[in-house]
């Protein structure tokens, strides 16, 4: 069986780092009140220059090191973002072009927090219906853009930041001990659409416009959701959860992490977790703490991982793979 295995992965944060402190003279917060509720600590923020192109480039350009690849080794690039540089082209042909690519093809999936997950999937049918022997997939963001900066239920969240893995096309027995991806999960919603939503675009008010969540309606759906969709995708790769070796969450508050591995039976130690340095950074958090706890040697070889995310829509899903 073909399989979609995991070659490379890296990441890239804008310089700005932004503490909670920050916030404590321009709303009614402080730093005990953002830990205590999000587990958040700081976050990167883009530069003005920056665009969510170039976070991409440079989170592509350290996957394609860490792969030992050149960007003609590449046949495709997915950029899973809510946040691109310009209505079109996508950021995926800027991505492309800054590569130096000219062959293969590129395109976005704005799936917003659940963009990787979505992207995962895609990458992978393509992979297994031979239209694609290694496809770059990448998570960027630049939220701060898109921030109301009085409301503090949200714009102490979000934070910016890319990143990527490299996913190559591998001869696999088809079982579940085989290395790559195993099974995907993917779900939306609509009718939950006006829980978490950016109040523009550009055939409503021609504008950005700002997020807008209804946090306590989304945590509850966040919890339940992202633990039947993990075990969804465990069931038809034919695994349990006791056979889970690292849970990789969307990073988007400490509490919901909790209370999702806490519904999987899986203990903390099992968890990934950089939501306290980066924030939520949308799509791209789970690909930044797949390719932090990399970097790191947590992961060995044949240790099965679950990656899981929900965001506006709303849209859920998960990924088990092999590493």
Known sequence: MRRAIVRGTGHYLPERVVENSWFEDKLDTSDEWIRARTGIERRHFAADDQRTSDLGILAAQAALADAGLEPGQID?????????????????????????????????????????????????AMIRAGLAQRVLVIGAEIFSRIMDWTDRGTCVLFGDGAGALVLEAAEGQGSSADRGILATDLNSDGQYRDLLYVDGGVASTGTAGHLRMQGNLVFRHAVEKLADTAHRALDRAGLDADQVDWLVPHQANLRIIEATAKRMRLPMEKVV???????????????????????????????????????GGLAWGSVVLRW
């Open 76 to 124: 495709a690039v997915i950029v899973a973002t809510s946040t691109p540089d310009l209505t079109f082209p996508s950021v995926a042909t800027m991505v492309q072009a800054g590569l130096g690519m000219r062959h293969g093809f590129a395109y976005d999936l704005q799936a917003v927090c659940a963009g990787f997950v979505y992207a995962l999937a895609n990458a992978d």
């Open 273 to 311: 977790l950089t939501v306290a340095d980066h924030g939520n950074t949308s799509a791209a958090s789970i690909p930044l703490a797949l390719s932090v706890a990399n970097a790191q040697g947590r992961f060995k070889p044949g240790d099965l991982l679950v990656a899981e995310a929900i965001g």
